[in-house]
């Protein structure tokens, strides 16, 4: 197991440095030049030049990329060009929100969509099976902003349950921040739901036709014991996989449902900040994000050696 996630760590710093280097050749091959974006249309040539040497920006790309990387390791992720602020703060400042959200949304997609999953499958062909994939099938067509403006109009507007946008820290206000949350996380968290139990039917389905489920059957265990011990624990492997590789559509998401809603994570600084030119934040939001992708990733390459061990022994893949 120790070689399994030095392997599989040796892996991830190598796809985090390929990142760094897209993301930093990618935000010097955007159009328009940073040094005249922060100093105004109106600035001298003067101005202009010691605005790039103040940010290192006449130096050459390899010197510029070695500076970055020691910059970053050293938690020095630089300043924001519209007030100065460091980008560390900033990040501090929205992460906890994107988080929130994140964290609510997959909490509703797994109750959701991992329940209704296998329902389906322990009842295929009969009515719930039906209305679970349909709802797979709704959920998997609806945009979230579409959903998300349905949302709004039925929960805020007509039934005035829920605050149509808006945000307030959990540690100020713990009712009001779930007020603001839940309708977010809803909207999220259905498009996610509706992934996880298409593959949780479909690992279920397998796995209730396998010999071993058939013989826990022979021996009289209860229809409980053989969803719930032997079916589904085979059928988590699957589950976990997808957690993963969704999480680059739960960001994507997350990005529109914080739009939306007037949340101020990482999605609307993201947005701010391309409409703003805001380069030294941009670099900073996807860096960040790109790393705690990796990291998820390779999180559950370590939960799934765990629930399987012959890919552990193998050191093969997921795949």
């Not at 945009?143 to 349950?161: A, D, E, M, N, Q």
């Not at 993963?244 to 701010?272: M, R, W």
């Amino acid at each position: 197991m120790i070689w399994f996630v030095l392997r599989r760590g040796g892996a991830a710093l190598i796809v985090l440095f390929l990142a760094s280097v897209l993301i930093f050749l990618g935000i010097r091959a955007l159009p328009g030049d940073p040094a005249l974006v922060m100093a105004g249309e109106d600035a001298t040539p003067q101005a202009v030049a010691a605005i790039r040497h103040a940010y290192g920006l006449d130096k050459p790309l390899p010197t510029q990329y070695v500076d970055y990387v020691g910059q970053v390791l050293s938690g020095n992720l630089g300043r924001s060009t519209q007030d100065q602020l460091p980008v560390g703060q900033i990040l501090l400042e929205r992460l906890p929100v994107t988080l929130e959200l994140s964290a609510l949304a997959l909490l509703v997609a797994i109750t959701i969509g991992v329940l209704s999953g296998i329902v389906a499958a322990v009842r295929r062909g009969r009515v719930a099976d039906y209305v679970a994939t349909g709802f797979g099938l709704i959920g998997l067509s609806v945009p979230h902003f579409w959903l998300g403006l349905l949302g709004i109009l039925l929960f805020s507007v007509t039934l005035r349950w829920l605050p149509a946008s808006g945000f307030v820290p959990f540690t100020q206000d713990p009712v009001g921040n779930l007020q603001r949350m839940v309708l977010p996380a809803l909207v999220l968290g259905t498009g996610f739901a509706a992934v996880l139990m298409r593959q949780t039917r479909s690992a279920m389905l397998g796995a209730l036709s396998a010999d071993y489920v058939r013989t826990a059957r022979s021996k009289g265990l209860t229809e409980t014991k053989v969803v719930g011990a032997h079916a589904l624990r085979n059928s988590l492997t699957t589950v976990i996989t997808v957690l993963g590789l969704q999480l680059g559509a739960l960001i994507s998401g997350a990005v529109v449902v914080e739009q939306i809603f007037v949340l101020p994570g990482f999605g609307k600084l993201t947005i701010d900040a391309v409409l703003t030119r805001n380069y030294p934040v941009i670099q900073a939001v996807v860096l960040v994000t790109v790393t705690g992708y990796v990291l998820v990733n390779l999180l559950v390459d370590i939960t799934y050696a765990l629930l399987n061990p012959r890919v552990r022994l193998s050191g093969g893949s997921r795949d």
